[in-house]
């Protein structure tokens, strides 16, 4: 059975990006086996934040790929991200279903289990179930409020929780 259930979001206001993540674990369309995992998270000497969504196994074997590279390049995360990337597309990687959302000071990045790395448009992006209400919550927040980073991703995910079945408001934020 498909476990799934997040949503991830991230916000670059004044220098800070935050990045927020709710924490439910979902089994097919009806049950919710966790309503508190933690996907958002500190890596590298806390210098780089990681949020991840998609199949649980696939999320977490992404983010273990990627702290790994990390260690390898010294915490540069544009290289480390890119060589992820190449690797899934010169070896015998499965493509995994699940994406992140990497962040150090000054550099935010999507990245896929089928080897993209993309710099997102705009100073917010979101993944996951809730992620386009994420978004559009955030893009409205970022131009309308005079809100910090964390607070909009923050209200973000919160709105995306009340929309979206596979999102809850245990909401676990990091800024760097």
Known sequence: MEMRGTTICAVRKDGVIAIAGDGQITMGESVI???????????????????????????????????????????????????????????????????????????????????????????????????????AAARALINETNLSAKEIAYKALKIASDLCVYTNDNITVEEV
Request: glycine letters at 10%.
């Open 33 to 135: 086996l966790k309503g508190s995992a933690k996907k958002v998270k500190r890596l590298y000497n806390d210098k780089v934040v990681m949020g991840f969504a998609g199949s649980v196994s696939d999320a977490l074997t992404l983010s273990e790929k990627f702290e790994k590279m990390l260690q390898k390049y010294s915490g540069n995360l544009m290289r480390s991200a890119v060589e992820l990337a190449q690797m899934w597309r010169n070896d015998k990687f499965r493509k995994l279903e699940a994406m992140m959302i990497i962040a150090d000071k000054s550099t935010l990045l999507l990245v896929s289990g089928t080897g993209e790395v993309i710099d997102p448009d705009g100073d917010a992006c979101a993944i996951g179930s809730g992620g386009n209400y994420a978004l």
